[in-house]
């Protein structure tokens, strides 16, 4: 019994696991659907997979929300009907660059950098990740699976 107390009362008290089970759904799919889950075989454990900052202006994710979150809200007021796969998939369709940092959402998703963040960008010039991302398949690559996830 006293072997498995430290671990219970950790486990409990949300110490090195909770942040696994407190993972939004959201965040679950995207990472998925962005493939950042190749990465890293762990990444159902790690928070350095994609981190909240990615659609949040705050580390710890809740309000408020950066400018590419803004756009994937927007999404959700256009089409209130639609899974969090489908809004995520017509925000990077539209080729549109939330953070006006000269990299399109789609090239910053590919190259790992944060779409909402003007200061993170590609340090790659944009010709060369278009070229490289249109031969890895490009936005369709991000399509949500049929039938459902």
């Not at 959402?105 to 790659?124: N, Q």
Request: glycine share 12%; aromatic share 12%; charged share 20%.
């Amino acid at each position: 019994m006293k072997k498995w107390l430290p671990f219970a009362l950790l486990t409990v008290s949300g110490g090195v696991f909770g942040s696994v089970f407190a993972m939004p759904q959201f965040r679950l799919t995207a990472i998925q659907q962005l493939h950042y889950d190749k990465l890293d075989p762990l990444w159902e454990y790690s928070g350095k997979v994609m981190s909240c900052t990615f659609c949040h202006v705050n580390r710890g994710g809740g309000a408020p929300w950066n400018v590419f979150g803004q756009a994937l809200q927007k999404g959700f007021q256009a089409n209130p009907k639609s899974n969090f796969d489908e809004v995520l998939f017509t925000v990077l369709s539209a080729n549109g660059d939330s953070d006006g940092d000269g990299y399109p959402d789609a090239i910053e998703v590919f190259a790992h950098t944060l779409p909402g963040d003007p200061a993170s960008h590609p340090d790659r010039p944009l010709a060369e990740l278009e070229q490289e991302f249109a031969a890895a398949g490009g936005v369709a690559m991000y399509a949500p699976k049929k039938g459902g996830k």
